[in-house]
């Protein structure tokens, strides 16, 4: 392999930020007055891998093992997940959604792509619409890799 060029490093660098930046507005335009982007994040992973373990979970949002049992503690307060212990290790437990927090967790994504829909409508011509769809068509290329 060759020497990465400096274009590439910078699209890197930018699209990194960039998917960084989408995702926290994703979130945020799922965030409720009852639950915050961490809580919503957590309820969108759930639906999205099914259930898991705080320490999964912890790790895959990028947050301290204390800071997951909080989020934890504040969706299991609303009722939307419930705890049972680990049929494989019984010093874990498993994380798994309630009725409720299904129904939150769909409606939540179904909220952060109708704001992105809308957003993509309202901001862009249908000649740059166009063009985004080939940019993702491109970038697709990257994760089939």
Do not use: C
């Amino acid at each position: 392999m060759g020497e990465i060029s400096t274009e590439a490093a910078k699209a890197a660098q930018d699209l990194r930020v960039l998917f960084s930046r989408l995702r926290r507005r994703l979130l945020d335009s799922a965030a409720t007055e009852e639950l915050n982007a961490s809580q919503t994040a957590v309820l969108a992973r759930l639906v999205k891998d099914g259930p898991s373990s705080a320490s999964v979970l912890a790790g895959a949002e990028r947050v301290r093992p204390q800071s997951m049992a909080t989020t934890l503690a504040a969706l299991e307060k609303h009722g939307l997940i419930e705890r049972a212990p680990d049929p494989e290790d019984g010093r874990r437990q498993v994380i798994t959604l309630t009725a409720s927090g299904r129904k939150q967790g769909h409606g939540a994504r179904a909220s952060r792509e109708e704001w992105l829909a809308r957003s993509i409508q309202e901001h862009y011509t249908a000649a740059e619409r166009a063009t985004i769809i080939e940019a993702i068509a491109l970038l697709d290329r990257v994760v089939q890799q």
